[in-house]
């Protein structure tokens, strides 16, 4: 299986703020890189498909970058209601995993 | 507006069975692979199990692989997950999701998720 590991698992930050969230992979998954927002006690909602496609409807202030093993999610301008847990997700090999999750919070 | 419901959580015994359904609204629900997937209180996501839109080809994660069956009703825009000799381990909110992108597999929408407790 294709392990996804997500760094930080926390983070801090303010409005206004830049944020950038890392993703690897244990081996290439190609440009096979999804992302996804979770609010509490929410389902979680795609952001970005196949590493830097934006999802109908999400703000251009996400972006998302990377290939083979290394993925970056990226929040310009951080705004109180981006306040949540990010996940990426491997679609390149079956299971799908993904990563255990990037929570940001309000410094 | 695509819509997603499940339904059919709730508190079980270690060995016990329980069967999910997940209703479906808003897209052509038979043109596409499904998927459940899973978080634990607390953990990250964990995808379970996939079938193609005619029901015809099913996927299994390790973890649940001979104890659930993943079926779907076309008829019905209806997705289910049979959950048979559950263990604590189990215990999540399970969630339905639509797949999209072809080869790219990607998730979405999902839905808000059932609870299962898994405990004695």
């Known amino acids: ?107 | 507006e695509m819509q997603l419901l499940e339904s059919g959580g709730g508190w079980v015994q270690p060995g016990g069975s329980l069967r999910l359904s997940c209703t479906a609204s808003g897209f052509t629900f038979s043109s596409y692979v499904m998927s459940w997937l899973r978080q634990a209180p607390g953990k990250g996501l964990e995808w379970v199990s996939d079938v193609s839109h005619s029901g015809d080809r099913t996927y299994y994660a390790d973890s649940v692989k001979g104890r659930f069956i993943i079926s779907r009703d076309n008829s019905n825009n209806t997705l289910y997950l049979e959950m048979n000799s559950l263990r604590v381990e189990d215990t999540a909110v399970y969630s339905c999701a639509k797949v999209g992108g072809g080869a790219a597999f990607w998730f979405d929408p999902w839905g808000q998720g059932t609870l299962v407790t898994v405990s004695s």
Not at chain 1, 3 to 28: K, N, W
Not at chain 1, 38 to 55: M, R
Not at chain 1, 56 to 66: A, D, E, I, K, Q
Request: charged residues 15%; glycine residues 8%.
């Open chain 1, 1 to 107: 299986d294709i392990q996804m590991t997500q760094s930080p698992s926390s983070l801090s930050a303010s409005v206004g703020d830049r944020v950038t969230i890392t993703c690897r992979a244990s081996q290439s998954i190609s440009n096979y890189l999804n992302w996804y927002q979770q609010k509490p006690g929410k389902a979680p909602k795609l952001l970005i498909y196949v590493t830097s496609n934006l999802q109908s409807g999400v703000p251009s202030r996400f972006s998302g970058t990377g290939s083979g093993t290394d993925f970056t999610l990226t929040i310009t301008d951080l705004q109180p209601e981006d306040f949540a847990t990010y996940h990426c997700q491997q679609s390149y090999s079956t299971p799908r995993t993904f990563g255990q999750g990037t929570k940001v919070e309000i410094k």
